[in-house]
């Protein structure tokens, strides 16, 4: 019902910046809370940050905070991870995910199971 389709990924030094978007297609999300997260090899799958439906509100986990910033275009509902002074740790798999059930009391979500649709995520390389 939802496709989710990352992009932007790729390798970079440590210090650099990446663009991540997520086209998403098949259902209109402006309604709905949306979050990235990442997965490094041998590793569980991670939070990263999340954004409320209207873009305004933001959260982060902490080993990315001040460095990342989360944001989406309701209009061509997409999401988008802007990543700067990146670090050889951010080396991951990066995913999104939209979360289709209603607002449980706050904006933010950072666990896995309360997310409904992933895309297929995208590699980001950091070389130190």
């Known amino acids: 019902q939802v496709q989710l389709v990352e992009s932007g990924g790729g390798l970079v030094q440590a210090g650099g910046s990446l663009r991540l978007s997520c086209a998403a297609s098949?259902?209109?999300?402006?309604?709905?809370?949306m979050g990235w997260f990442r997965q490094a090899a041998g590793n569980e799958r991670e939070f990263v940050a999340a954004?409320?439906?209207?873009?305004?509100?933001?959260y982060y986990a902490d080993s990315v905070k001040g460095r990342f910033t989360i944001s989406r275009d309701n209009a061509k509902n997409t999401l988008y991870l802007q990543m700067n002074n990146l670090k050889p740790e951010d080396t991951a798999v990066y995913y999104c995910?939209?979360?289709?059930?209603?607002?449980?009391?706050?904006?933010?979500?950072?666990?896995?199971?309360?997310?409904?649709?992933w895309g297929q995520g995208t590699q980001v390389t950091v070389s130190s």
């Open positions: 995910a939209v979360r289709l059930q209603g607002n449980s009391g706050r904006y933010y979500y950072r666990e896995r199971y309360e997310y409904d649709y």
């Open positions: 098949g259902r209109t999300l402006s309604s709905y809370a």
């Open positions: 954004i409320s439906s209207s873009g305004v509100g933001t």
